[in-house]
Each structure stands twice: as structure tokens, then as C-alpha cells.
């Protein structure tokens, strides 16, 4: 049996935490997209986006800011992007393979995760992630419902957040068939 590399460990081994809405979510976005754009190759990447709960108005989320980042290719980001960052103290995980992915943690001093940094090629693994935040934002029924599920996944997989993250796959399929249907 393979081991783990022991950020991954951690980084699953970190429980769930929910907060309500924070209207300065929208601030460290900002903030934290600039930041990248000026240390970040501007030819490894395009998009920047604010996606995951943070990026809608009223939802409750983990207090961690996701951001999608669109690029070319996940080899320049795993080459280029990842001496970049893990330089600058974020951690780097990387899942070869047909989906492949590349993705980084920003911590605070004290450790907690700040920031979610995920690369995505142009194409519909980067579209479903947009759409799906476009949809909670347009429908704010829908919101409710995925705060509720969020919050009942989180008292039951607090602990687990595979558990957690599975949880809410329904929820999310649902969400985009949805989004769909309306053209999101």
C-alpha cells in the first residue's frame, strides 16, 4: 500500500468548518487574484475566477477563498507555476492522469487554509465549475438548499472530507442539469 505524501495526509485529515457569509469574501478574492497575476506568467495563464461558496452572496462556505485559474496546460503549471508558488509557501498537489489535477493550499501563520488556487485547461471541467456558481447565484432557493445540505454533510463527515465532498455530489449533478436547461 502507497503512502501518502503528509500534506496530502494533512490536507485530508483537516476537518470541515463552515461559516456563515462574509461580504469581505469578494475583497480576498480580489486581492489574493491580483497578487498571482503579478507573480504568475502571464503566457501559463488566462481566467481568473471566483468559484465554491465563497463566490455567492449569503452562502455559507468553509472560510476559504476557491479560485479557478485557467491555463494551457497542467504541465507548464506543474514546471512553471508550482516553483512559483511553493516558493512563496503554498502547498502544491498534483493527481496525474487523464483528470489530472493541479491545485494549491494557502495557509495563514497559524496555519489555517486561506486560499484554494485551482488550475483548470479552457474546455468543460473549467465551464461546469462556473456554471455552477452562476446557477446558486441566480437561484437563491437553490442556495438555501446547498447551505442546509452543507451544513447537515458537515455534522456528519466533519471529520472525513472525502465523506463530506461526497455528500454533496447529488446535490451538485442536480445543480447542473439545471444550470444547463437555463443556458448557465
Do not use: C
Not at 483537516?14 to 480580489?30: I, K, M, Q, R
Not at 488566462?46 to 479557478?68: F, M, N, W, Y
Not at 514546471?79 to 493541479?102: C, K, Q, S, V
Not at 473549467?126 to 441566480?138: G, K
Amino acid at each position: 500500500m502507497s503512502r501518502r505524501p503528509d500534506h496530502v495526509a494533512r490536507a485530508l485529515s483537516e476537518p470541515v468548518e463552515l461559516s456563515e457569509y462574509d461580504p469581505e469574501w469578494p475583497a480576498l478574492f480580489e486581492a489574493e487574484a491580483d497578487a498571482l497575476q503579478a507573480i504568475l506568467p502571464p503566457e501559463s495563464t488566462g481566467r481568473i475566477e471566483h468559484i465554491g461558496s465563497t463566490a455567492v452572496p449569503g452562502l455559507a462556505a468553509k472560510p476559504i477563498i476557491d479560485i479557478l485559474i485557467e491555463t494551457p496546460s497542467l504541465q507548464r503549471v506543474q514546471e512553471e507555476i508550482a516553483p512559483i508558488l511553493t516558493a512563496r509557501g503554498y502547498e502544491f498537489f498534483w493527481r496525474p492522469g487523464p483528470d489530472a489535477l493541479a491545485w494549491f493550499i494557502k495557509r495563514d501563520e497559524a496555519g489555517a487554509r486561506t486560499h484554494h488556487i485551482h488550475f483548470m485547461t479552457p474546455g468543460r471541467g473549467f465551464q461546469v465549475r462556473i456554471s455552477f456558481r452562476d446557477h446558486l447565484r441566480a437561484n437563491p432557493a437553490a442556495a438555501r438548499a446547498y447551505a442546509e445540505l452543507k451544513r447537515k454533510a458537515a455534522a456528519a463527515h466533519g471529520n472525513d472530507r472525502r465523506a463530506y465532498a461526497a455528500a454533496k455530489t447529488d446535490f451538485i449533478r442536480k445543480a447542473l442539469r439545471d444550470a444547463g436547461k437555463r443556458g448557465l
